[in-house]
Antibody, heavy 121, light 110 residues
Framework: QVQLQQSGPRLVKPSQTLSLTCAISGDTVSSDSAAWNWIRQSPSRGLEWLGKTYYRSKWFTDYAISVRSRITINSDTSKNQFSLHVNSVTPEDTAVFYC???????????WGQGTLVTVSS | QSVLTQPPSASGTPGQRVTISCSGSSSNIGSNYVYWYQQLPGTAPKLLIYNNNLRPSGVPDRFSGSKSGTSASLAISGLQSGDEADYYCGTWDDSLSGHVFGTGTKVTVL
């Protein structure tokens, strides 16, 4: 059974960087059959996929066009976790952020518990 | 912001059948598998249907999915009070090169 445990600050000031971490159990971040995603949910934007990282002989990252210039997703194999960093945040980035696993290319099958991050001064 | 369109709400009495639609385009539903997620209040989405019409282990057969062209549907038969939740469709979009989700449908059991 795969479990994803999220951690990170819940309040971030405008213009600063939002950082969240997702610890994996029951699978490995360097699996050659899984990808590790970040998704956010807000009343105004609904469910929005932000990007993913995955290992296929080397590391790859794919980012959503809407946030590509502001986000970074990376992995830490020693801790079996992956992280999201969103820079230059504004109040519009306030959302519940989820980490999630996808397999077989596009099936998102396990989700973290979610973290409400508020951008406010 | 959502690429896939769903009705905002659906309802039924216990035991009834409810159907939720999901409309997309040739670049997403038309060329990729559709997934359905159930989100109970205050929790993360849970995979309900994958590859258009398959159920993960543990999901009751009261839930079924189908796809035709650029649209998909989720049916809930034998509606129960525990089915009250938000339901989202999802798929991959070849033009956007990313996962996309529906606008969500709130199911109410009357």
């Amino acid at each position: 059974q795969v479990q994803l445990q999220q951690s990170g600050p819940r309040l971030v000031k405008p213009s600063q960087t939002l950082s969240l971490t997702c610890a994996i159990s029951g699978d490995t971040v360097s699996s050659d059959s899984a990808a590790w995603n970040w998704i956010r949910q807000s009343p105004s934007r609904g469910l929005e996929w932000l990007g993913k990282t995955y290992y296929r002989s080397k590391w790859f990252t794919d980012y959503a066009i809407s946030v590509r210039s502001r986000i970074t997703i990376n992995s830490d194999t020693s801790k079996n976790q992956f992280s999201l960093h969103v820079n230059s945040v504004t109040p519009e980035d306030t959302a519940v952020f989820y980490c999630a696993r996808s397999v077989a290319g596009t099936r998102i099958d396990y989700w973290g518990q979610g973290t409400l991050v508020t951008v406010s001064s | 912001q959502s690429v896939l369109t769903q009705p905002p709400s659906a309802s039924g009495t216990p035991g009834q059948r409810v159907t939720i639609s999901c409309s997309g385009s040739s670049s997403n539903i038309g060329s990729n598998y559709v997934y359905w997620y159930q989100q109970l209040p205050g929790t993360a989405p849970k995979l309900l249907i994958y590859n258009n019409n398959l159920r993960p282990s543990g999901v009751p057969d009261r839930f079924s999915g189908s796809k035709s062209g650029t649209s998909a549907s989720l049916a809930i038969s034998g509606l129960q009070s525990g089915d009250e939740a938000d339901y989202y469709c999802g798929t991959w979009d070849d033009s956007l090169s990313g996962h996309v989700f529906g606008t969500g449908t709130k199911v109410t059991v009357l």
